[in-house]
């Protein structure tokens, strides 16, 4: 995989590492407010999520707060710090969907806002509360940022078996996937419906989430398209192997040892798969319609 050019615009990064404290879990039952926080957030995959993991209460971050970034932007334009820095990775695949996102959005006559990018070690204070690095990459409407662990990467390719750098590029763009849906009010729309018809919680949920998946296909054609990035037929396989790696029906197996469809609420390996692979087929948002029927 390779990017238009070497450098690395860390605006709209925060860089909370080794400041999260630790989480409050076990201290008291999480009523219904974390579990609503719960559902705030989307998350990478895994709908088994114990809601304790993320507790309500926490100051929302502040813009501009938290760990310098400076010394990042400084180590990340250094010769071959892309290949070298996991951080400095995905902070240019955030610049490289930030400007496919910026000029499509301008394409379809609409203003693009870019999403914060927090990175951060164990836990978290979000616009969703307090979050542990345990519920994996996600993204959180009410403040429009993603946040990643970056040790998630290694449990990518080790619990996940999804390898490879442009794995964790579907990652970052699953998650902004997320930021497009807030964008364009189908997260709003998709909660209310959430609250007005509890029966139909998570296969609204599925939608969602196939949705992001298609986001990041198509991101990831335009990308290629426009030569922000250019990836060979094995790195795109990559990515399509870490959609179906986070599949409900492997992680349930993995986890629980049996499968039970009706907790769904990331979509089946297959659909994950095959949602992506769409998105990336038809380079077009219109094509991620997950709702119908
Ligand atoms: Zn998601």
Not at 103 to 109: H, I, L, P, T, V
Not at 216 to 245: C, K, P, Y
Not at 279 to 284: A, S, V
Request: net charge negative.
């Amino acid at each position: 995989m390779q990017f238009d050019d070497d450098t690395v615009d860390v605006s709209g990064v925060q860089d909370r590492r080794g400041i999260g404290g630790p989480l409050a879990i076990g201290g008291g039952g999480v009523g219904i407010v974390g579990l609503l926080v719960y559902l705030l957030v989307s998350v990478l995959g895994g709908g088994s999520v114990d809601p304790g993991q993320l507790v309500p209460g926490g100051s929302p971050v502040q813009g501009g707060g938290g760990g310098s970034t400076s010394d990042l932007q400084t180590r990340c334009n250094a010769a071959g710090a892309i290949e070298r820095y996991d951080d400095c990775y995905l902070v240019k695949v955030y610049n490289e969907i930030n400007e496919v996102w910026t000029d499509e959005f301008a394409r379809r006559g609409a203003d693009y806002r870019r999403p914060g990018l927090t990175f951060f070690t164990q836990a978290v204070d979000t616009g969703c509360g307090q979050a542990s690095s345990q519920v994996g990459p996600f993204y959180c409407p009410p403040d429009e940022r993603i946040y990643l662990d970056i040790g998630f990467l290694d449990q990518l390719q080790q619990q996940f078996g999804a390898e490879g750098r442009y794995a964790q590029a579907y990652v970052v763009a699953h998650e902004a996937g997320h930021h497009l849906q807030t964008l364009l009010g189908t997260e709003g729309k998709v909660r209310a419906l959430q609250q007005s018809r509890p029966d139909q919680q998570n296969a609204l949920s599925v939608s969602l989430e196939l949705q992001a998946d298609c986001y990041a296909g198509v991101w990831s054609r335009l990308a290629d398209e426009r030569g922000n990035v250019t990836i060979t037929d094995a790195e795109l396989d990559q990515a399509l192997d870490a959609a179906a790696a986070v599949g409900d029906d492997r992680i349930q197996a993995r986890t629980q040892g049996r499968v039970d469809p009706e907790s769904f609420t990331h979509g089946t390996a297959a659909q994950r798969k095959s949602w992506f692979q769409k998105g990336h087929t038809t380079g077009d948002l219109g094509a991620c319609n997950t709702f119908r029927g």
